[in-house]
C-alpha cells in the first residue's frame, strides 16, 4: 500500500494518481491515460457548456440587431468554431499538451499570413460580409440596384450575395462589390416616391393638363394622398413641355412600383385622349424647293441626256 501510494505520488495528474493508487497501473502508463481523459472531459464539458449557454446567447444577440434567418446562419457556424476551439484548446491544456498548443498556434499564425497573402480578394469579401451583417443596408427580398444591375435578393453570405434580377436570372455578387460602391435601395424606407414626366403639346392648356394627372393620382387606391401627389413643369423640350408627376407609395416593392406606374401611367394616357390633349413626338419640317436652269446649260444637258439615250 505505501509503495502504491508512492507511485501515485509520482503520477502528475490527478487521474493518473487515481489509476495507480486503485487500479494498480503504472505510472508510465497511468499519466498518459490520466491526461489523456482529463483533456476529453474538459473538451466535452466546455462544448456542452458551449452549445448550452454561449450559443443561445449569441442566438439573442443577434435577434436585438433584427438579423434574419439567412443572414444568421453563417454567424452561428462562426459562433460554432469558437466554442469549438476554446474547447480544443483548454482541453489540450487539460491534458498536458501545452506545449503542442504553442507550436498549433505558430503554424497557424504562419498559415495565416500566407493564405492571406494568396486570398486578399476573398478575405476583402469576408470582411465587406462582416459590414454588411452589421451595418444592415439590405435584407433579404429587398430590391437594391448597383452599377447597371437591379435585382432581388435573395440570400447573403459571408463572401458572396445572391441576387435575382427581374430577367429571372441569378447573380452571384461579391460583397466588395456592394460595399464599395453606390448602392440604391429603394424599398429601405416604407414609402417610396415614383417620378413621371408627361409631354404636352405646347399649345395645350398646362392647367388642365396639370388637372387631369392630379385627378387620376387621386384616383388610384395604391396611390398614398399623404404625402399628396404633385405636378410641376420641368422641361421645355423641341417639341413639347414637360409636366413631371410626383406620387408616392406605400410599402413598395419592385412588383408594385412597376405595376402602379404603369397603371397610373395608362389612366392619365387615357385621360389625355378624352381631353383632346396632345402627347407630341419629336418630328422634322423639310423646307426648300427645286431649281430648274435656264440658256446654253440646259440646252447642252438636254443634248447630253438624249447623246446617253441614243
Known amino acids: ?43 466535452v464539458v466546455l462544448y456542452i457548456v458551449g ?20 443572414a444568421r446562419n453563417p454567424l452561428q457556424k462562426v459562433a460554432l468554431a469558437v466554442v469549438i476551439f476554446v474547447a480544443l484548446a483548454v482541453g489540450f491544456g487539460a491534458a498536458g499538451r501545452g506545449s503542442l ?3 498549433l498556434a505558430t503554424i497557424a499564425a504562419a498559415a495565416t499570413l500566407a493564405i492571406g497573402l494568396a486570398l486578399q480578394d476573398v478575405l476583402k469579401n469576408f470582411v465587406a460580409g462582416v459590414f ?14 448597383w452599377d447597371d444591375n437591379a435585382g432581388v435578393v435573395e440570400d447573403i453570405s459571408l463572401r458572396v450575395t445572391r441576387v435575382r434580377s427581374f430577367d429571372n436570372e441569378l447573380l452571384t455578387v461579391p460583397n466588395s462589390q456592394l460595399t464599395d460602391n453606390v448602392l440604391t435601395n429603394p424599398v429601405d424606407a416604407d414609402k417610396l416616391r415614383v417620378k413621371f414626366v408627361f409631354g404636352i403639346g405646347y399649345d395645350d392648356d398646362i392647367e388642365r393638363a396639370t388637372d387631369v394627372i392630379l385627378e387620376e393620382a387621386t384616383a388610384h ?20 413641355v414637360g409636366l413631371q408627376s410626383r406620387i408616392w407609395i406605400a410599402e413598395p416593392s419592385r412588383a408594385d412600383f412597376v405595376s402602379i406606374r404603369g397603371e397610373y401611367v395608362t389612366a392619365v394616357k387615357r385621360r389625355f385622349d378624352e381631353e383632346g390633349i396632345d402627347i407630341p413626338y419629336p418630328h422634322r419640317t ?10 446654253p446649260v440646259a440646252a447642252d444637258a438636254g443634248g447630253e441626256t438624249a447623246a446617253a439615250e441614243d
Open 1 to 43: 500500500m505505501i509503495l502504491q501510494q508512492a507511485e501515485a505520488a509520482d503520477a502528475s495528474s490527478v487521474v493518473g494518481r487515481f489509476l495507480v493508487e486503485y487500479v494498480g497501473l503504472s505510472p508510465a502508463f497511468a499519466d498518459p491515460i490520466g491526461y489523456a481523459a482529463q483533456g476529453i472531459v474538459v473538451f
Open 51 to 70: 452549445k448550452v449557454a454561449v450559443l443561445p446567447l449569441a442566438d439573442r444577440a443577434m435577434d436585438r440587431q433584427g438579423l434574419d434567418h439567412h
Open 101 to 103: 498548443l504553442t507550436s
Open 286 to 295: 423639310l423646307t426648300g424647293g427645286i431649281e430648274f436652269a435656264d440658256g
Open 132 to 145: 454588411i451583417f452589421a451595418e444592415n443596408p439590405f435584407r433579404i427580398g429587398d430590391w437594391i440596384e
Open 221 to 240: 387606391d395604391d396611390i398614398m394622398d399623404d404625402p399628396a401627389p404633385s405636378v410641376r413643369l420641368t422641361e421645355l423640350g423641341d417639341s413639347s
